[in-house]
């Protein structure tokens, strides 16, 4: 009895009660998040087929590990992931970064500018990749209807079929997709920014480029420290639009580390080796995140608590 | 160069910008509701010549052309699937956001930091080893099963938002509340629930359209009428050999419309959101 009013007590205890609150959330982490990610790090190394269950007790050591790092195919999709997301992610802060410059500076009707800026948000990355298979399609898409129509070019550019071009049309998936986050952020950073050291530089005498590099971005810099920390927590939403705008093709030009896994586990149901590739992945993403948020924390203690 | 010409061409630019923002878009909502040969037709007809809802019945089974897709069971599916693990997001959110607003404990860093980590994780990733357990525990293709993948999806950023509405209410207000009598869970559901309350509609929102829209784990997690969700669907449109592309507009015009209402109703709060939560932090 006495017992349970101990735990009872600990329990309504002021100490106890944020951890009591957070309980819910934790639990639900460990079931679908971290209890797997341990079990996968175990499948990783085994030699897992999906085919056959009993290989689920075939420890292998680092086999998974040494053979994916011997594997021209897995590198070439390591590093272009790598690239495609550094192109990305640069090329939407650079344009986000324009079309809240160009925003703010317009003086009506910023708000239904701003409201037109989201739409590209409310689409699911496996709409984005159909719509944009569907535009680039090289028969019926009508981005080279157009280009036809208008005479610019005399055949039909195959745009998801060549591999450079296919990349280049993910990418502009991709960016059109997430520049949004990058643009509407860094319009409430211009928003939010006080007037007073943009005048002071002005009687000071410095021109527009200056003030712009030395006052303005300085402060805009943790918001585009945000975007891109939301950004890198979902950079592999880029799977769904591969997936649907070339499947990883033609002939594996368009795969990225994502498709990879997918088309190891499933189907040619090597889950070891996949397992393994996604712990890559994993640290890869992590790494993205963990990057921009230490560089929001930086940029947030530049501006020294002037937020 | 005058300020009248500048101002001309940065409305100019403005209007370009906007332009290739909806046109992709609206140029597939808009094909939903053509029919398919004057989708397919070359040279392009820019104009539409004719607008039917003729799309639409063959994806629904009305009418004389039949689809054998079941879009009415995957809407259904999606439906049942975004609310459920939407409100149980929700409600763990209000619990672990007000936590880490209010409270000071040992790990609370190493805890928050820990939650968000386990979002950065990608979907396809984490597919593989919940595939294999949800098999063994005989989740694939239910209900369940991918509701709770989405609740834990969506618990760090519901969690991260509700923080930092609780965060802009000033303490003293619940602080006064038990000063007068109240307890903590009065001062908590009378007066700062209520003050938080579009915050927590938004993050609510927000975590819908991430179900609603999910693809790499329930692509995977899914395998017939039962659990498949519209964006699975989508992809039965594409057979081997043809795509119908008429179908897919449409389908793809019923995925966009409740996300485009949601999103319309919250985007003030949504930014405030992401930008007191991110910067105050």
Redesign the interface.
Known sequence: MSVMTNIKRKLFSE?A???V??L???I??L???????I??LY?SFTG?KLTRPDT?FKLVGFRNYVRIFGDWDFWVAFFRTVGFLAVVINLEFLLGLG?AL??N??TWGQRT???????????????VG???K??FNDN?G?LN??L??LGITEAAIPWLVDGWLAMGAIAFAEI?MST?IFA??LL??LF?MPKDPLEAAQVDGCNAWQTFRHITLPFLM??AY?AM??R??D???A??VV??MTGGGPAGRTELL?TL??RT??DSAN?GM??AM??V??IL??A??YYF?SK?VAA?RYMGGA? | MSTQTKAII??I??FI??L???M??L??IL?GFRPLQE??A???IWIPQRLTLDNFYAIFGIGETQIAIPVLAYFRNSIIIATTSTAIAI???I??G???AR?R?KF?DT?FL?????????????S???F??WARLGWIDTQFGLI??Y???N???T?WLIDGFFRQIPKELAEAAEVDGCTRWQAFWKIEFPLAKSGIASAGIFAF?TS?????LAS?LTRSTNSKTL?VG??DFIAQFTTD?AG??AM?FI??VP??IL??LV?KHL?AG??FG???G
């Open positions: 100490q009660t944020p951890y609150l957070l819910p959330a934790v639900m982490i079931i679908v998040v971290l209890f797997p990610l079990f996968s499948t897992y689920l079309i160009l925003i500076k317009i500018m701003r409201t037109i800026m989201m739409f590209p948000m409310m689409f699911s990355p496996i709409l159909f719509q944009f569907f535009i019926v009508i209807n157009a036809q129509g059109w949004s509407i952020l409430a950073g939010a943790p918001f945000i920390t939301i890198s927590l950079v592999a939403r799977y769904d997936d649907t994502w896994i997918a586990g499933y889950m996949a397992n996604a712990y992945s994993i993403s992590i993205f995140t948020f929001l947030r937020l | 940065s409305w630019v403005t910008v906007m290739i923002i909806t992709p878009g140029w597939v094909s989708i397919l070359k040279p392009a409600i763990v959110g619990s672990g007000y936590a880490f409270y404990f609370k805890l820990g939650l968000m980590l386990s979002r950065t994780v990608p979907g396809i990733a984490l593989l080893p919940v294999i357990v709770l993948v609740v834990a999806l618990v760090p950023f969690i359209l609603w829209n999910e693809f790499a995977n964006p989508l992809t592309w897919m507009c793809a995925i966009i996300a485009l999103t319309f985007q930014i992401l930008t991110g910067v105050k």
